[in-house]
């Protein structure tokens, strides 16, 4: 039976779910759509934030004692001309996708406890999930470009 949990402090985890367990999960089974695990710890400790204008949540899907699905939602303190939240990351375990729909369960979860719209970046080679995204309701209206000044 798949468990599903939002994480919405730092006191909701323990020592079976830890932040660098759910860091590992998200950093190997992202593939070659993630990040490093600095920046995935980062999103969950802005998810965990109390301070004005960050917080959010963490999903998490369990089956059979075994994690085997993570989502990251970050709110933005904004509104209007920015979505009130950023899915950061939405990762399945490789040997669960598909077949138990464990990835469309984390984000009905997220959608229904969300306040306000949500945004999300997904990568153009990434099918399987933009796929997965428009069948839930997600359009595309922007095109997101990104200048990274040089790191000297």
């Known amino acids: 039976m798949l468990d599903i949990k939002v994480l919405k402090t ?15 999960f998200l950093h190997f089974h992202l593939d070659e759509f993630g990040d490093n695990k600095s920046a995935i710890s980062k999103s969950i400790d802005y998810a965990f ?16 004692m075994k994690l085997v699905g993570v989502l990251v ?4 303190g904004m509104s209007e001309y920015i979505p009130e939240n950023t899915l950061v990351y939405i990762a399945v375990h490789k040997n669960y996708r598909v077949v138990k ?30 796929k997965l995204y428009k069948r839930i309701g997600f359009s595309t209206k922007y095109v997101e470009m990104r200048y990274k000044k040089c790191q000297n």
């Open 101 to 130: 729909g464990i990835g469309r369960y984390l984000m009905e979860k997220a959608l229904e406890i969300s306040d306000g719209d949500i945004a999300l970046h997904v990568e153009y080679d990434n099918k399987t999930a933009i």
């Open 73 to 76: 939602m970050n709110e933005t």
């Open 10 to 24: 730092k006191d909701d985890l323990n020592d079976s779910l830890t932040k660098d367990l759910l860091v590992n």
């Open 49 to 64: 934030s109390d301070d004005k204008g960050k917080g959010g949540f963490v999903i998490t899907a369990i089956y059979d």
